[in-house]
């Protein structure tokens, strides 16, 4: 695939709309080669007798490439957005024949049924990453897409259903930045939920982050970063409070959360990889990545909200955390390249279109 330098200029809007034009076609590639990778691939299933172990096309017969089950979910859902932005017409018909060889209503009852037979499995984040997919698919005004929408409506009424018993008995959120961090996962969830007209679900999501997160203070950001961290999760936490408050009140919520916060705070500094062929190393790649798509939607509801001091403290991080993330996707590391993209796509997409 070679290699692709950072575009420049990604913190304005027009910046990253241009970036989104110069990579989706690397972009798609990447989408390409994961989807026609199925090894290595990393199995979560719980086995309950030696005629369990089965393979991953069989155990998953949608999601069975990109390393792991919610890493291939993500890549479809990458896949379409990249559609809906449009790509030339070889990609176009390379990428609708892979997604939808994969997105059949046969393919994806068994999904659903793996899920209703497993109801922890890929509890939160794979579950929030198929919502993701769903909504991009019924938001399209394309009829094939449309159709891979209707198709994963099962899977989603098994992960509505998850969600809500989910929340109903989890007394506390995970906190770290890896896959079980719950904030990233609850926004995930609140939008798709919300877009798909899953009231009930959505209403769940959101009163669990408030009686989680609401009334947070004095988070330590300085503390937060592990050495295998791809979500930041007090950015996550942010993140997730401005969907749920007015700008105002989320305003007021954030300078609580994160007082004193000052440009060059080590929350805000971009990251390096000195063993990118190490599956949890080169997650920093990716905490580049989600900080900055954090703080491109964060921004503007903090400037709206009138927290200038906070915006001004977050404005600057946001171009070098993007570029140093972007420096990295295209790379022939399958540690990297089957899941970097995602992010990627995601930061650009919110300073390009803050709003959606």
């Not at 937060?224 to 919520?253: V, Y």
Request: charged share 20%; with cysteine.
């Amino acid at each position: 695939m070679g290699t692709t330098a950072a575009p420049l200029g990604t913190a304005t809007r027009a910046g990253a709309a241009s970036a989104l034009a110069a990579v989706a076609g690397s972009y798609a590639d990447i989408v390409l080669e994961n989807l026609a990778t199925p090894y290595p691939f990393a199995a979560q299933h719980v086995a309950a007798s030696d005629e369990e172990r089965r393979l991953p096309r069989e155990l998953h017969p949608a999601f069975h490439t990109s390393f792991d089950w919610h890493s291939c979910v993500h890549i479809h859902a990458l896949g379409v957005m990249l559609l809906q932005h449009g790509v030339e017409a070889g990609r176009d018909a390379s990428l609708r024949r892979a997604l939808g060889g994969n997105l059949t209503a046969e393919k994806l009852a068994a999904e659903a049924e793996y899920l209703q037979a497993h109801p922890t499995w890929e509890r939160p984040y794979g579950w929030a990453w198929l919502v993701r997919l769903a909504a991009t698919c019924s938001a399209s005004t394309d009829e094939e897409i449309r159709g891979w929408g209707r198709a994963l409506e099962p899977a989603v009424d098994v992960v509505a259903a998850l969600v809500t018993e989910w929340t109903a008995k989890a007394d506390w959120p995970v906190r770290h930045g890896l896959h079980t961090n719950s904030a990233f996962s609850l926004g995930l969830l609140l939008d798709g939920f919300e877009a798909l007209g899953r009231t009930e679900a959505a209403a769940a999501c959101r009163h669990t982050a408030l009686a989680w997160f609401g009334e947070d203070t004095g988070w330590p950001g300085e503390w937060e970063l592990s050495g295998q961290d791809f979500l930041s999760a007090g950015l996550s936490e942010a993140d997730l409070m401005r969907r749920l408050l007015p700008p105002k009140a989320f305003a007021g919520w954030f300078e609580a959360f994160l007082p004193g916060l000052a440009a060059g705070a080590r929350l805000l500094q971009p990251l390096g990889v000195s063993d990118e062929t190490d599956g949890y190393m080169v997650h920093l790649h990716g905490l580049n990545l989600s900080r900055a798509g954090a703080l491109g939607r964060i921004l503007p509801a903090l400037e709206a909200g009138g927290a200038s001091e906070a915006a001004e403290a977050l404005r600057p991080a946001l171009e070098p955390l993007l570029d140093a993330g972007l420096a990295a996707v295209v790379t022939r590391e399958f540690m990297a390249s089957h899941w970097l993209a995602t992010y990627a796509w995601d930061a650009l997409l919110s300073v390009a279109e803050p709003s959606r």
